[in-house]
């Protein structure tokens, strides 16, 4: 018998409101039409307005788009790669160095990171620009979703490749058409996830970035460095309502999905008839 | 050995060992060799062949770290703020996972996307939600003050308050997350064991859920710990220039000052006392591992 007691509920209340309210306030002050960010002076949609003409804000959205695609489908490919040699590779010379070098970026300060990869780069004389981010951040990204796919290939029944395999497929046909669609919904929250770290990284984009690339990360951070910008209030609007609808629709589709596999598993347990 | 698995294995491999652990190299070889004014402004040490190397080798960075006496402040300080953070953030986390663990069945999905939710949004826009709110014209001195609390606003932003407010907000899901996994397999029945048996309500959260909840609150810790040690966005946007933290600092070295040789140093002994803590952290992992299988 659970008990919700007043304590639980004023922590929930406490704790969701501790969460919530800062992006709440945010939110409410995008559309104030003052300049002085604190002071309330009416509804107005005009930072928005201004936000779409600032050219500087929408290349940098670009790049970052175009990083975030590029990166994350790498890294995806890689990651899966990485966590199907760590779960059904087996032994091989330096497996222990491999899983070390998987599990290590997910702790490693990102100032450090950012700074040893510059160090590569201008050791190897590339130039900074999306290259170079892209590169960064395959590299780190490529280690959660790994880690999230490993978690999902430890779980399944490995008797339905060996299955595959003794039914005459060879191991790509078996991986492909055994195993992906198994581990997909994996695949495809490990892209999501790759995704929006690309989209959010600041720090090791800004060592990597060059003068010819600046993400909106680094044009965020130039400009709140001097203080509350009502610009910046309207960036963050967007991009915070782009996540609320991209992550509830995404719960609702597995919702769906787990659903109907539930359905598809009660209509396989009744007899054929 | 076939070609496909050597393949399969190589890839991933060559990357990782290219573009993490090389670079790793460059940094302990750079935080070894001498600063100089061009660019790149440190001067190569590998040269002239390893025989050369040994004698070229130069400790210099790491004697100037130990004598300039900024940076044992923002080791000490990054380690204390990251602490004191930690313990804020599980007094704040554990009551939040405790009543989501007591909520009824129905509502708990929700709860827990509610959590999640804040994760996916970027990280720098929560940070700068609170430059807003703290600032001396911002709504919580305006509150404090309407309410007649204070006559005078409250310096918080630009201390390490506000970085303590940053890190706790920001960090917040990765305590609540493991502690609700290790509190929601709680079985309840154990607790009320414990009162049928004369124990308090209170003795009984004691002696029971909170041993029992120890591997959540553990990871937890370590998860708020480990990366609010090298944290550069919270200190930089929140606090003020009395907040010293390793990750502002080498962020500075380098962007600001340039010394490439002394950042690399910086980075080497931040990775150095990093590496107790994410020891400590596997072990408590895999033990958590064996014990649920």
Redesign the interface.
Known sequence: MKRMTWFNVTSLTLGFAFLYLPMIILVIYSFNASKLVTVWAGFSTRWYGELLQNEAFLNAAWVTIKVAVISSSIATVLGTMAAYVLVRGGRFMGRTLFSGMIYAPLVMPEVITGLSLLLLFIGIGLDRGVLTIVLAHTTFSMCYVSVVVSSRLVSFDRSLEEAALDLGSSPWEAFRLVTLPIIAPAVISGWLLAFTLSLDDLVIASFTAGPSATTLPIKIFSAVRLGVSPEINALSTIMIAIVTVGVITASLVSKHSSLRAQEDARAAERPAT | MNL??FA??A???I???A??????I??FK?SLSDTALSI?PYTPTLKDGFAALISQLDFENFTFLASDDLYWKAYLSSLRIALVSTILTLL??Y??A???A????EWR?T?M??????F???????V??????L?N???LN?LLMGMGLTSEPLQILNTNTAVYIGIV?TY?PFMILPIYAALDRLD?SLNEAAEDLGCSRMQAFWLVTIPLSRNGIVAGSFLVF??A?????IP??LGGSGTLMI?KV??EE?FNNRD?PV??AV?VI??LI?IIP?IL??RNQQKQAEAEQ
Do not use: C, K, N
């Open positions: 496909r698995r399969l294995i890839v991933p491999y990357w990782l060992l573009l993490f652990l090389i670079p790793f460059i940094v750079i790149p704040v986390g009551p939040i405790y009543g989501m007591r909520a009824p069945e999905a709860l996307m509610l959590v999640i939710l804040p996916w949004t970027s990280f720098l826009i929560r700068y939600a609170w430059m807003g709110i600032s014209e911002g709504l305006q907000y917040l309840e480990i990366p040690l090298g944290e550069f966005v930089s946007l990750g080498l962020w380098f490439w950042a690399s980075a931040l990775l990093l994410i952290f596997q």
